[in-house]
């Protein structure tokens, strides 16, 4: 058959169709490598003769179209016959593919009805399992009636493992009473394992019940056997043999071969077969005896009971700081840190071996942690508590703060990593438990007020060493004597070693220990108690004054004591802990230290207002100390206590009224003190004044040119010179607007003395100038000061300015000056008032007899 397609062109050239019509199929055009184009020319080619196709005469000669006409007719008709076949074949493939829907719908249906049937099946066995009523049958049948046989079989079978363990029950009563031996439960309890020990333990329980109701009292000894029996009915023994102490013994021995089984397997970390154990133990006091074994035997207890009897030793530097007010505590003591680190890893695994060897293992850890509390770590702490306290008051407090803070992060750590439930919180029970061992183990320390009581005892202890020197300078000053030097002398000596042999003998009575006394005499700036009973105590004028260092040091010592108070005493109590403080607070910084700072303060200001020798103003400079010590002091009790007392409205308030009333009552010192400087200022200013003669005023004409020279007159200077040491002394105390008041004050009161004193004297013309220049230099004095607004000081001295231009101007000048404004002062004229008092000083004018000085006065 020849080629077809593209596929029959040779590179020979051979046609693809033989000399006659094309002959090709299907397969010809379902090839895949058919092209149309090929396929054309194929068709083409077969109709050209070879000699038209080649040699130089073929391209001369006339083109033929029949041959190709009659090649692409036949192809034409052989392509509408392979048309006509491929419809055929179409056609009878479409009839297949409907015959084959049409089958797969009917198979479809009949696998429907058939899941249909399938479902009622089922339904209606679902519903005669679940006793419904199907088809009229009887609600009773199915299900229930198959759960009802199966409750019964149960039933059986119980009754009949009752009747089995009944009579295994009445056998062993008879052997045991009959011949005296429990060899049949001995044998299940050997080869019966731990289920045949459980059942062992339990029919020996019933055996020991039995023969307590059947064993009524003592019977004669039958053929020398045990003298205890059992009496029936009638009163007659019915037993040969002492049953009770048989089964007694048989317990006995059950329970040591549990528990030495329970520990063999303990010891080769068979955690499953401790369980079993366990679980039959469990009957034996409720497994007390296993807790026990399994608590006692436990290595960290081993391992701890040489250690924890040992002597609290540290360096003595950590203890030494632990006693010192001033130095950051060194922590927790290191003993107690690693009992409670290591005791933190050792819950943490062992709760692990617990949960895995008891069925009940939430009792078995509670057992655990007890011991773990109660025993090791209580005595450890309570040994470290009387280390501390061997120290001093201080280093206890600070000791039971750090174990507390410590062990109660061991105790949320814990209660965080879960135990039984790790990685979940621990279980409720787990952790009431740990709350109550932490509770137990500081709670004989915080019995009522024992607690705040000791904060208050050393905050005291510290205080009366502090204020040693200054109590001791000032109680000197008070009983100082004023005669003789030599009576003063000798009374000094006196009350030196009476105060110093008070406050030693107090420290010896209260039964301190050493290291705290040497603390505290540390504190006081003493020295060694035996070397102060041999020398005076020797104090300054430094020990009597305020210190703000002191004052920083008290406070802070009470801001330790209340962040301990916070963290350690309920907080029910510390409403009444902050008024407690409080009261110490006031008592000791407030009355005995800045009170009797001021007392002494005042006294010198009141023999100073009334010297009659320059007073000396020196103690002014100090209230700045008292002054900076008064706002610390409140802003520590408005930030420290009183928020602390929130919860309480009653001490709130009662706190507040005492605050308000010290701090007031020492506010009112401090004024009494700066009003008493004010008036001794004035006073002297006033005498300063006194010594101003009366021809400076009015000089002489052999005097005038040499006043003239002078600037100001002496007293002016004088004035001058104490005021500025006045305005220096009151800077050193006071600032801001204390300060500005205070000077403010001052200027007020020198410009009236100064007005007073201008119309004491009769000036001249040439004296008029010399007032203007004492005037100016009092004006330049108080506008050096830093007044500011206040009172309008540094304004009301230009007044003396206008009054001692009131000596040197003119008539017509004078005249424009007290000329009068009704209703008040305006631009060029004074208020009716004003030029009364000005009348005064112009009659103080030499001049005053002159016609124009007379002129002007009448007609002002």
């Known amino acids: 058959m020849p080629p077809s397609g593209a596929d029959g062109a040779a590179a020979s050239g051979r046609t693809l169709f033989a000399r006659g019509a094309p002959t090709f199929d299907l397969e010809t055009f379902s090839s895949k490598d058919f092209i149309v184009k090929d396929f054309i020319e194929a068709l083409s080619d077969s109709a050209v003769p070879a000699s038209r196709r080649s040699g130089p005469s073929s391209a001369q000669s006339a083109f033929d179209p029949k041959p190709l006409i009659r090649t692409f007719e036949a192809a034409v008709s052989r392509l509408g016959a392979l048309s006509e076949e491929l419809e055929t074949h179409e056609n009878e493939l479409s009839g297949s593919v409907r015959r084959a829907e049409a089958q797969h719908n009917q198979n479809v249906a009949s696998l429907e009805k058939k899941l249909e049937g399938a479902i009622e099946s089922f339904n209606r066995l679902d519903s005669s399992l679940n006793g419904g009523v199907v088809d009229g049958s009887d609600g009773d049948a199915g299900g229930n009636v198959a759960m009802r046989i199966g409750e019964r079989l149960e039933e059986l079978d119980k009754q009949r493992q009752r009747a089995q363990d009944a009579k295994f029950l009445i056998q062993c009563w008879v052997e045991v009473s009959e011949k005296g031996r429990l060899s049949t439960l001995e044998d299940v309890r050997r080869i019966g394992g731990s289920e045949g020990k459980v059942r062992c333990a339990h029919i020996a329980r019933q055996l020991l019940r039995l023969s307590a109701r059947l064993d009524s009292g003592p019977s004669p000894a039958v053929n020398g056997a045990a003298r205890n029996g059992a009496n029936g009915v009638n009163g007659v023994s019915s037993s040969k043999h002492p049953t009770r102490e048989i089964i007694e013994k048989f317990l006995e021995q059950l329970e040591k071969d549990l528990l030495k089984e329970f520990d063999d397997h303990y010891r080769k970390a068979n955690f499953e077969a401790m369980k079993e154990c366990a679980v039959a133990l469990r009957d034996f006091n409720d497994g007390a005896s296993v807790m026990a074994l399994f608590v006692n035997q436990h290595q960290f207890f081993i391992d701890r009971s ?6 609290i030793t540290g360096d003595n530097e950590s203890w030494e700081r632990l006693a010192d007010p001033d130095a950051e505590p060194p922590g927790v003591e290191p003993s107690l840190q690693s009992l409670v680190d290591e005791v933190r890893l050792v819950v943490q695994e062992e709760s692990f071996i617990i949960k895995r060897a008891f069925p009940y293992y939430d009792e078995v850890l509670q057992r655990f942690l007890q011991r773990v509390f109660q025993q090791s770590v209580q005595q450890r702490l309570e040994m470290v508590l009387e280390k501390a306290n061997s120290i001093s008051s201080l280093a206890f407090l600070r000791s039971l703060h750090s174990a507390r ?10 209660k ?17 438990t740990l709350d109550q061992q932490l509770d137990e183990l500081f709670v004989p320390y915080f019995v009522g007020s024992s607690y705040i009581e000791r904060e208050k005892r050393n905050l005291e202890e510290l205080y009366s060493s502090l204020l040693f020197k200054f109590t001791t300078y000032h109680s000197r000053r008070r009983k100082m004597p004023t005669t003789m030097i030599a009576a003063l002398s000798q009374r000094s000596r006196e009350m030196m070693a009476s105060a110093r042999d008070a406050y030693i003998d107090r420290l010896d009575s209260t039964d301190l220990p050493a290291s705290q006394k040497a603390m505290l005499l540390r504190v006081a700036g003493l020295k060694d108690a035996d070397n102060e009973k041999k020398a005076e105590i ?9 210190s703000l260092s002191n004052a920083k040091r008290m406070l802070k010592w009470l801001a330790e004591g209340v962040g ?3 963290e350690l005493s309920s907080s029910t109590d510390t409403p009444k802990d902050a008024q407690a403080l409080l009261g110490l607070l006031l008592s000791s910084m407030g009355e005995i230290y800045v009170e009797t700072a001021l007392d002494a303060t005042a006294e010198v200001a009141l ?41 309480n409205l009653t001490i709130r308030r009662e706190i507040d009224k005492a605050t308000a009333a010290s701090l007031s009552a020492l506010e009112t010192k401090i004024s009494i003190i700066l009003n008493r400087a004010l008036d001794a200022a004035l006073a002297w200013t006033a005498k300063l004044l006194q010594s101003q003669k009366k021809t400076d005023f009015r000089p002489r004409e052999e005097d005038l040119g040499k006043m003239v020279e002078t600037l100001q007159t002496p007293t002016c200077l004088s004035i001058f010179q104490f005021l500025s040491k006045v305005a220096g002394y009151t800077s050193a105390a006071l600032d801001g607007a204390n300060m500005s008041h205070f000077l403010a004050e001052l200027a007020m009161g020198l410009r ?3 007005l007073e004193h201008l119309r004491k004297f009769t000036v001249s013309l040439a004296g008029g100038l010399i007032v203007s220049k004492d005037v100016t230099k009092y004006v330049e004095l108080v506008r050096g000061w830093p007044i500011g607004t206040r009172g309008d000081s540094s304004s009301s001295m230009e007044v003396l300015v206008e009054v001692a231009n009131l000596f040197v101007v003119g008539p017509e000048a004078l005249r424009e000056k007290l000329k009068p404004v009704p209703g008040g002062s305006g631009q060029g004229g004074r208020s009716a008032e004003e030029v009364a008092e000005l009348r005064e000083f112009v009659k103080r004018r030499e001049d005053l007899g002159s016609v124009g000085m007379q002129a002007v006065l009448s007609s002002v």
């Open 564 to 566: 301990r108070g916070l």
């Open 405 to 414: 803070s410590y062990i109660n992060t061991l105790v949320e750590e814990l």
């Open 752 to 754: 009236g003395l100064l």
């Open 538 to 546: 020797e104090v300054s004028e430094e020990d009597g004054a305020l």
């Open 607 to 647: 023999a100073q207002e009334s010297a009659r020798n320059e007073p000396d103003l020196s103690y002014l400079p100090p209230l700045r100390n008292a002054i900076s010590i008064l706002h610390i002091l409140q802003t520590s009790i408005t930030t420290m206590l009183i928020p602390l007392a929130k919860p």
């Open 416 to 432: 965080a990593h879960g135990l039984t439930e790790h990685p979940e919180p621990v279980s409720s029970q787990i952790a009431a």
């Open 306 to 311: 040489q250690l924890i009897t040992e002597e």
